[in-house]
């Protein structure tokens, strides 16, 4: 299908892909804070046609039904099926297995097409890599989907479902709260307790760490300022209790690892329970997506299995590559039409 726009519509970021062909042509990834009302939607459709041109053709799938903007996942799915028509003219929804439905029919399709971009970009995968562990890191949550035989070889489907089966990790390395998860980190020689408040979040970890690329943080920082490695060790400082002034940037330095190094660990234990749910041979490789890839490879190192970074598997320049492994659910439904 020549000349279509893949969709990714979720309650942070709106991402899309142009594909032109069998090449996806460009990629963009708006930020989008979908609490606050569906007119942060209608804002980021029209900055990203603009950005895009136009299509013949707009398929799309969403996670933003979870927003607090509506009642339920149903009635989330119908409104932002709704705005989409109504932004792009006919659009198809991805419905997982059931592959794609019309807009008009997504009140019907609910249960299918909500929160399904995980099963799109890991249907993309396993047409490259039959046999394999697919890990996708984003800003807010890291999903583990085993591949077998060309297969999604998910145990669940609903947020529910994988939650329970290891394969959604709630980890992201942008908008993750420091607060959620530890309860004390080792800091002066002692175990130190986490302040209950959005201090700090992932972004000022891996920002720090220098693993965080610009354009992956579009989101406010957590107490509005800068985003500079010297704000988020302040940041970071004030999640236990002290000012910057009143420690070392060297022992921040080693705090902001500490967190990664947990949040590494979360994904190693769902990944580790997703493996022991299916026979996969040691040499299947993990396949890394989004733009937390970096912490993917090294855990494909602490599961001793070969990486596969999906850029490398998408059809489109090489300078295109990293921005749309990044926001690959877009890619993945504007190919898989």
């Known amino acids: 299908m020549p000349n279509t726009i893949g969709w990714d519509i979720g309650g942070a970021h709106l991402k899309a892909a142009r594909r032109e062909g069998g090449e996806i042509t460009a990629v963009v990834q708006i930020a989008c804070p979908l609490w606050l ?7 980021a459709f029209a900055e990203a046609r603009a950005a895009l041109g136009p299509a013949a053709h707009h398929v799309a799938t969403m996670t ?11 009635a989330g799915v119908a409104a932002i099926a709704a705005a989409a028509a109504r932004e792009l003219g006919p659009v198809r929804l991805y419905a997982g297995p059931h592959g794609f439905v019309p ?12 929160s399904a971009n995980w099963h799109a970009s890991a249907a993309f995968a396993a047409r490259q890599i039959p046999d394999g562990l697919f890990i996708d890191m984003g800003s807010t949550t890291t999903d583990i989907i085993p591949l077998q035989a060309g297969k999604v070889a998910a145990r669940g489907y609903s947020d529910a479902a994988r939650m329970a089966q290891g394969e959604l990790v709630y980890a992201g390395i942008v908008r993750s709260f420091l607060m959620a998860g530890l309860r004390h980190v080792p800091f002066g020689g002692r175990w130190v307790p986490i302040m209950n408040e959005a201090f700090a979040t992932a972004s000022d970890v891996y920002r720090i760490l220098g693993d965080l690329s610009e354009d992956a943080d579009l989101m406010p920082t957590a107490d509005q300022q800068p985003k500079t490695v010297a704000a988020s060790r302040a940041r970071l400082a004030r999640q236990i209790g002290y ?14 690892g500490y967190f990664a190094e947990a949040q590494l660990r979360e994904i190693f234990d769902g990944a580790c329970l997703a493996l022991s749910a299916v026979a996969l041979g040691n040499d299947a490789p993990v396949v890394g997506a989004g733009a937390g890839r970096f912490v993917v490879q090294r855990l494909a190192v602490r599961l001793g299995r070969p990486y596969v970074d999906c850029a490398d598997l998408l059809p489109a320049a090489s300078d295109l590559r990293r921005k749309g492994a990044d926001c690959l659910p877009a890619c993945a439904v504007a190919l898989l039409a």
């Open 37 to 43: 009302g569906l007119d942060q939607l209608h804002q």
């Open 64 to 74: 933003g039904e979870l927003s607090d903007a509506f009642s339920d996942r149903h």
């Open 103 to 114: 807009a008009e029919q997504a009140a019907a399709h609910s249960d299918s097409i909500a």
């Open 243 to 256: 000012d910057a002034s009143d420690v070392s940037a060297a022992a921040l330095d080693q705090l902001a």
